[in-house]
Structure formats: C-alpha cells, structure tokens
C-alpha cells in the first residue's frame, strides 16, 4: 500500500468512529431517559407495587414435590463435589 491508501483508510476509519460515537451518545440519552422515567414510575406506583407482590405471594404458593426437592439436593451434591475436587487439583497445580 502506498501513502495514498493510508491516508483514505485513515479518513474512512476516522469517519466511521465518528458515526458510531454519534450513535452511542444517542443510545446512552435514550437509556439515560428510559432510565428517569421507569425510576419516576416506580416512585409514584410504590405502595401499589408492594401491594401487588404481597398479594401475588399470598396467592401463589409454589411448594416443590419430594421428588423435585431430591433431585435438587442431588445436584447442588454433585455442583458442591465437582467445585472441591477443582480447586483440589487448582491448589495442587499451584
């Protein structure tokens, strides 16, 4: 490549870093915004949205079978065991 080349690719690069610091200063007023007004809706609604999770859990009471809370015990062993034996072989590497 000659000089030439270099210095349309650099003005090319430059153009687009340019446009896409454009487009992140629009995406972070859009978030900044999004931000505001889903923090003032939840400072008005606040005691509604209390109320609603405390009724939702008084309503909804999920409890497990004694086969679901097996396998779950089984898995968290297993997780529990396979994590110890990793940093077993960790410590001995080091």
């Not at 008005?44 to 097996?70: F, G, H, L, S």
């Amino acid at each position: 490549m000659d000089n030439e080349d270099l210095l349309k690719e650099n003005e090319m690069l430059k153009n687009k870093i340019k446009i896409l610091e454009y487009e992140l200063n629009n995406i972070k007023q859009k978030l900044t915004t999004y931000q505001l007004n889903s923090k003032k809706y939840y400072e008005n609604n606040k005691e509604e949205i209390i109320e609603k999770v405390k009724k939702y859990k008084e309503n909804y009471k999920y409890t497990p079978t004694q086969e679901q809370k097996k396998k779950w015990a089984k898995t968290a062993y297993l997780n529990k065991k396979a994590k110890m034996e990793k940093e077993k072989i960790e410590n001995q590497n080091i």
